[in-house]
């Protein structure tokens, strides 16, 4: 398969994540020394919603580029799967399950809650549960005594594209795609 490049302007990107800042700035000054973008960014076809390249974007975006090279996704024939991150949240697994359970909206997405030898399951929307738990997601470097490791429902294209659309930004992270779009490489050189 052949991979689609593209100049878009920055404004028609739509991030669905925020970024890490310690990331962010090594990002930044990488592209920065190189003035060379060696992995374009992977958004959705349909939407512009960046699939893979938050730090990139946001990095050429704060550096003041209008336009960024991506390269376009098709999520049925590109992408393998969205795979759930693994989240510490900084609470015990009850207040976890009672602020996903106190969420109004009902939905088919599983969330799996362990604390030591307890394992909780609660349903709801997928995108909500990763909104409700931002606030509370841990910095994996922080050892606390109390902490839950969630993991949150799996999403689905739709997801990606409502995230991106709405401008709420998922927690770092939240999304990893399997694309074999990863593996494309270009050498374009910032002015």
């Known amino acids: 398969?052949?991979?689609?490049?593209a100049l878009l302007h920055v404004d028609d990107i739509k991030p669905h994540e925020?970024?890490?800042?310690?990331?962010?700035?090594?990002?930044?000054?990488?592209?920065s020394l190189?003035?060379?973008?060696?992995k374009p960014v992977i958004v959705?076809?349909?939407?512009?919603?960046?699939?893979?390249?938050?730090?990139?974007?946001?990095?050429?975006?704060?550096?003041?580029?209008?336009?960024?090279p991506v390269v376009l996704a098709d999520y049925?024939?590109?992408i393998g799967s969205i795979n759930p991150p693994r989240l510490s949240v900084g609470l015990e697994a009850r207040k976890v399950e009672d602020i996903v359970l106190s969420m109004a909206?009902?939905?088919?997405g599983r969330v799996v809650l362990k604390e030591s030898s307890n394992v909780f399951v609660v349903y709801r929307d997928?995108?909500?549960v990763y909104y409700v738990l931002k606030p509370f997601v841990s910095d994996a470097s922080i050892v606390d005594d109390i902490f839950t490791l969630v993991?949150?429902?799996?999403?689905?294209?739709s997801d990606i594209r409502r995230a991106g659309s709405h401008g709420s930004l998922l927690p770092p992270r939240s999304t990893l795609h399997d694309t074999w779009l990863k593996r494309v490489s270009i050498r374009f050189r910032l002015e």
């Open 1 to 5: 398969m052949d991979a689609e490049l």
């Open 126 to 128: 997928p995108l909500d």
């Open 151 to 157: 993991i949150p429902p799996r999403l689905k294209a």
């Open 76 to 78: 049925e024939r590109d």
């Open 44 to 68: 959705d076809r349909q939407s512009y919603t960046i699939i893979d390249g938050h730090h990139r974007y946001q990095s050429l975006l704060s550096m003041g580029h209008k336009t960024i």
């Open 18 to 31: 925020e970024t890490d800042k310690a990331r962010l700035r090594r990002v930044r000054e990488s592209i």
């Open 34 to 38: 190189s003035r060379t973008l060696f």
């Open 105 to 108: 909206k009902r939905g088919p």
